[in-house]
């Protein structure tokens, strides 16, 4: 999902202006100015998956079945299969993102298992 912010400016007009951190804004316009320049954005989507495999559907997949896993550190970017886990579907995920047209250049499993 792509998404703009606007703040909303109480002064005697009274409208919605974009936020400070609306870069697309000021993108889009000089892309529809018909610049030579091509667009290139550095999107980071992340989602959690969830074990289905449990009475609770809302405990991350490969988390110990009661508590919490131990600190981030062995888990950021996931190496090693100890703990990485789900690749299997952020592969699948991967791969029907290249077959939607969906431009994308790598995934990593980061900061969490699941």
């Known amino acids: 999902m792509l998404c703009d ?9 009274q409208k919605l202006v974009p936020g400070n951190t609306n870069f697309r ?7 529809e100015a018909g610049s030579a320049e091509k667009s290139w954005y550095g999107i980071e989507q992340e989602y959690t998956l969830l074990n289905q495999n ?11 079945s ?4 131990g600190n981030q550190g062995p888990y950021y970017c996931s190496v090693g299969g100890n703990v990485a886990f789900g690749r299997a579907v952020a592969d699948a ?11 994308i250049s790598g995934t990593n499993a980061e900061v969490m298992p699941g």
């Open 5 to 13: 912010t606007y703040s909303w400016e109480d002064t005697t007009y």
């Open 25 to 31: 804004k000021h993108a889009l316009e000089i892309f």
């Open 54 to 64: 449990s009475r609770f559907t809302t405990h991350p997949f490969g988390w110990p």
């Open 66 to 69: 009661a508590g919490y896993p």
């Open 93 to 103: 995920h991967y791969k029907c993102c290249l077959y939607a047209g969906i431009n």
